[in-house]
């Protein structure tokens, strides 16, 4: 909201000057935020302090009584948040999965960005379709995919468990195990840390590495002193858009979480969905989304830093 | 005890598929000298240069430092740094940890770091800069912070890849002198790269000029440009005139040689020895012909106006003299240019110095002029 105050102060004063067809190509943009993600946060606030509705929905937010309109609003909601420490360990549990995700796409991903990034014209372009062909079929298909390769009578389950067998270890079930979840959760997201950190080490003059060589670093030092700290941004660009969505999904943990497996947005959800509990799921939805604004702002304050330079 | 070279370059070739971008090249390279490769774009300097610092590696020959094979030294580990055309400065580095860098590769301890660092910026006049990002810096700033990197842990050799060429005019002439104070201070051995034969000529003790893979010609720089081993060379540095023709007759160093279309002359101080009849080129620099206004009575040469107006001409025998016509004229402030046309058709580029009062151009478009040299101006090369 600040920076649509801010757009229509400047808004003002260049109207004045002769920039202000600059400020008209903005428009849609900000008009369509303003509709569809700050009106609805707010009205989502809102809902926050009201009461449900006896069938769903919300209840009104006023009441006639006496013929004197008084206001109905409660702080009921936040309170229930408050009094139990379920929502908080729902959180801290959701954040675990969201690090342990981006940092898994991390270590996958950069080894590969940087591959793609250093290999010659011709490879790269191949090795980038690759990277961003699952985007040519649905997300909910390939995760039904991945049940059918963890299902026990899958071939990686009998696999896994014809050796373990072979070494004396019980059987196990992958189906719906925190392992199948990070499994498919770094598949998916794999390539929203890949294309960020490929256009950023595509980018570093290679000479710097050359340079570092001659001056008398080795392999690793080349890596960890000029190439690390130069991609930083790109690491930080990779880690918000894994990160962000991965703390509020619910498809996954609904398909291959199983009970134990639920994560804060499947709650969220099942405010809104089964228990029509809309209050509650608004409160829930704002704490996620101040937590993903405040992951980015950190994110960025970091991505600012020295490895921003270059 | 004999006296090693620093480097020493034995029959180094380099192919790139099928083409072949050095071809056998050998030079020595003394300690203390500010050596040039010199050569147009694409004659393979860069491809020689990233062979000694080690990030290529030869298809044939040895390269020697200190009289040891450094062929299978990795770069890390060679005494020598280079300064690369775009600096290569860290961005993410402050310009004193850009020149730390070196020193905490070797292993340095802090305290020795922190006040070596400090003399190197000293050293390059920047004592402020220390703390600043290069991104902040102008071009000639980036130069200096390079070579105070490249020299604050004292290599043997600093290799430089045409490091004024991003530089303007003005600067570049600037950084020219103080790469050669710097040179003369340190008395580390630079070789330097340039396409630029003028550079070449006011840094270098030595230069080797290359042309299409090979070494054409390695001497000093008056040497280079007085007595050219070859048409390619005369032609590269400096302006040249080259005259082409076949020998007649040479008794010890003169030469008696018929240029196509004008006619006998003598070259004197001949070096090498030339075979009657052989074919070869004259080249004469620009401002060791003489030109004056033609005069139609034959000997009275007094009238020739030469850089110094009153000059006159020497009796026939030491002196070659031709007549023509002034085909075009460039007045460049100190001195003009006139191309004047010779019998044979040929373009003969003179200058004439505009040093006496009151005078700027002493001949036009269309004169008639006779034109001179002595018998030792010219150089005589095989064709
Ligand atoms: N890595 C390479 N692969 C193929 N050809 C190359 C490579 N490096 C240089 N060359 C070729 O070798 C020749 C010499 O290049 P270079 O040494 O860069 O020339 P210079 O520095 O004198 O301008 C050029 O024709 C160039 O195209
Ligand atoms: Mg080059």
């Given at each position: 909201m600040p920076a649509i105050w801010c757009w229509i102060n400047t808004m003002r004063k260049t109207m004045q000057g002769k920039a202000w067809h600059k400020y008209l190509l903005s428009l849609p943009p900000m008009v369509y935020l303003l509709i569809f993600f700050a009106a609805p946060t707010l009205i989502m606030l809102f809902a926050s302090f009201r009461y449900a509705g006896e069938y769903g929905g919300l209840a009104p937010w006023y009441l006639h009584e006496e013929g004197r309109l008084t206001l109905d609003l409660t702080l009921e909601n936040w309170q229930r948040l408050l009094g139990t420490d379920i929502y908080l360990r729902l959180f801290l549990k959701s954040v675990g999965y969201a690090v342990m995700t981006t940092l898994i796409c991390m270590v996958m991903g950069y080894p590969l960005a940087l591959t793609i990034a250093r290999s010659d014209r011709k490879s790269r372009d191949l090795l980038l379709l690759l990277v961003i062909l699952p985007f040519w079929s649905n997300f909910l298909v390939r995760i039904y995919a991945w049940m059918i390769i963890f299902s026990p009578v899958g071939a990686l389950t009998r696999m896994l468990n014809g050796l373990l067998d072979l070494v004396g270890g019980g059987p196990v079930t992958l189906m719906y195990s925190p392992t199948a979840m990070i499994i498919c959760l770094v598949y998916v997201h794999l390539p929203f840390m890949v294309l960020p950190l490929y256009a950023n080490l595509e980018k570093h003059d290679l000479d710097l590495l050359d340079a570092a060589q001659d001056l008398g670093a080795g392999k690793w030092r080349r890596f960890w002193l000029i190439t690390w700290p130069l991609s930083l941004p790109g690491i930080t660009a990779g880690s918000i858009l894994v990160f962000i969505p991965v703390l509020g999904m619910f498809a996954i943990p609904d398909l291959l979480g199983g009970t134990n497996g639920i994560m804060i947005g499947n709650v969220i959800k099942q405010q809104f969905m089964e228990s029509r509990d809309w209050p509650f799921g608004s409160v829930l939805s704002i704490v996620l989304t101040v937590t993903a604004v405040a992951v980015v702002l950190l994110g960025a304050r970091l991505g600012q830093g020295r490895g921003g330079r270059g | 005890m004999e006296i090693l070279d620093l480097l020493e370059i034995v029959d180094v070739s380099r192919r790139f598929d099928a083409f072949l971008a050095l071809d056998r090249v050998s030079l020595q390279i003394e300690a203390g000298e500010f050596f040039t490769l010199l050569?147009?774009?694409?004659?393979?300097k860069t491809t020689l240069l990233r062979l000694i610092a080690g990030f290529d590696q030869a298809d044939g020959g040895d390269i020697l430092l200190d009289g040891k094979s450094i062929i299978a030294t990795p770069p890390e580990y060679r005494p020598l740094h280079t300064i690369f055309q775009n600096y290569a400065l860290f961005p993410h580095m402050t310009v004193a940890e850009n020149i730390a860098f070196p020193l905490r590769m070797a292993g340095c301890a802090k305290k020795e770091i922190q006040s070596r660092v400090g003399e190197a910026l000293e050293n390059v006049r920047l004592p402020d800069k220390a703390g600043k990002y290069p991104d902040s810096l102008s071009g000639g700033q980036k130069q200096r912070i390079a070579i105070a990197r490249a020299l604050v842990n004292r290599p043997r050799l600093l290799l430089l890849d045409e490091p004024l060429s991003a530089l303007d005019a003005k600067l570049s002439e600037q950084m020219q002198l103080e790469l050669i104070n710097l040179q003369k201070d340190i008395g580390i051995t630079f070789i330097y790269v340039t396409h630029d034969q003028s550079e070449a000529l006011a840094l270098s003790h030595r230069i080797a000029v290359m042309d299409h893979g090979r070494i054409a010609q390695v001497d000093a720089p008056s040497r280079l440009y007085g007595y050219p081993n070859s048409r390619f060379v005369a032609d590269f540095i400096g302006k040249c005139n080259v005259l082409a023709g076949h020998v007649r007759e040479q008794q010890g160093d003169c030469v008696t040689v018929e240029l196509d279309g004008l006619g006998p002359v003598h070259v004197c101080r001949s070096e090498t020895n030339f075979g009657v009849g052989s074919r070869c080129a004259l080249t004469l620099r620009p401002e060791k012909i003489r030109i004056g206004r033609f005069s139609s009575?034959?000997?009275?040469?007094?009238?020739m106006t030469s850089m110094s107006v009153a000059d006159t001409v020497s009796p026939l025998g030491d002196e070659s003299h031709f007549t023509g016509y002034v085909h075009d004229l460039l007045y460049l402030g100190d001195v003009t240019v006139y191309n004047v046309t010779l019998s044979n058709g040929i373009l003969l580029e003179t200058l004439l110095a505009n040093s006496a009062s009151g005078r700027t151009n002493f001949f036009e478009v269309g004169d008639r002029v006779e034109v001179a040299w002595s018998c030792d101006a010219g150089h005589l090369v095989l064709d």
């Open positions: - | 050569g147009p774009s694409g004659c393979g009575i034959p000997g009275a040469s007094d009238t």
